[in-house]
T-cell receptor
């Protein structure tokens, strides 16, 4: 399977703990995105990488959140000192970013976070 | 006010019905308009996209964009139970990289 893969699929943690999610994008895609989706809402943009450079971060991404994409391949999203309000589905997506590209996003199946 | 507004539903229709899903938006800079479909516990997948105004048809699906009214629609003809999913409208600025999503409309097609 050459789609976007995310790990873990589901993480249950206690408030105050740190969690890390990993995303492996489609190999030829140079753009990588993290979105957050809560129940009954559409995906909300968190951050965007072009290759290894993080080009934009949403105001939703507090100081407790950090994302990396070393060497422009896989990406990690870490949440420190988790809060109950962090409970959500964290979606990773990738795209080619080619000129004239519509920006179609290819999503993984998401990592669901439950903070107790 | 959100940039993209979408009625979350749910919308329940009998099999074979014509379904109409809609979104409105506030920013005239949006140029690419997309519809994603999301099944339960899955990531969204692109269904259709349209550049600027006009119609686009793909099988049972038709996407319409009316930029003058800042209104987009997705029509599903001969709806099937397998169409039961959440439909997300999405938009992106020309030259932009950030896709903005609506809240999604949950659709149930009853056999």
């Amino acid at each position: 399977d050459t789609g976007v893969s995310q790990d873990p699929r589901h993480k249950i943690t206690k408030r105050g703990q740190n969690v890390t999610f990993r995303c492996d994008p489609i190999s030829e895609h140079n753009r990588l995105y993290w979105y957050r989706q809560t129940l009954g809402q559409g995906p909300e943009f968190l951050t965007y990488f072009q290759n290894e450079a993080q080009l934009e971060k949403s105001r939703l991404l507090s100081d407790r959140f950090s994302a990396e994409r070393p060497k422009g391949s896989f990406s990690t999203l870490e949440i420190q000192r988790t809060e109950q309000g962090d409970s959500a589905m964290y979606l990773c997506a990738s795209s080619t970013g080619l000129a004239g590209n519509t920006g179609e996003l290819f999503f993984g199946e998401g990592s669901r976070l439950t903070v107790l | 006010q959100k940039e993209v507004e979408q009625d979350p539903g749910p919308l329940s229709v009998p099999e074979g019905a014509i379904v109409s899903l809609n979104c409105t938006y506030s920013n005239s800079a949006f140029q690419y308009f997309m519809w994603y479909r999301q099944y339960s516990r899955k990531g969204p997948e692109l269904l259709m996209y349209t550049y600027s105004s006009g119609n686009k048809e793909d099988g049972r699906f038709t996407a319409q964009v009316d930029k003058s009214s800042k209104y987009i629609s997705l029509f599903i003809r001969d709806s099937q139970p397998s169409d039961s999913a959440t439909y997300l409208c999405a938009m992106i600025y020309t030259g932009g990289f950030k896709t903005i999503f609506g809240a999604g409309t949950r659709l149930f097609v009853k056999a």
